[in-house]
Structures are given as structure tokens and as C-alpha cells.
């Protein structure tokens, strides 16, 4: 026979703690994330232009750029 045992207030109030944390670090973590995303925009990057000059075949470049020259 197989009996359970009670868990209790303080059992009870440490799974509500620990379970507390786990969603504030998962909600802080997405939050940084975000936060990250939004800030961070960098300035557009040189690269190899399909068909540029010093472009060997077969090197990889963007497909369409979203810089305009300056």
C-alpha cells in the first residue's frame, strides 16, 4: 500500500517560491531580449556587391542590400 504523504504550508510555499523565480527569470531573460533587439540597431556594414570588382566566383555576398551608398 502505497501512502502519501503531506507536503504541508511550508512545502507548499517553497514550490510557489521556487516556482515564482523560475517565471521571473524566464520573463526577465525574453525582456532582455527584446530590449536588446530594439536598442541595437547597427549602421550598415561594407560587403562584397555581387558583381562588384575583387568578388572571386562562388564568394559569398548579401543578396540585396538594404544600405544606400553614400
Known sequence: MITSTPIGRRGRLAMWIIA???????AMANWHLVYVAMTSQPECVSHL??????????????AKSSCTPK
Not at 515564482?20 to 524566464?26: K, M, P, R
Not at 556587391?49 to 548579401?62: D, E, I, Q, V, Y
Open 20 to 26: 515564482s523565480a523560475i517565471v521571473l527569470v524566464v
Open 49 to 62: 556587391k555581387l558583381g562588384s570588382n575583387g568578388t572571386a566566383s562562388g564568394a559569398f555576398s548579401a
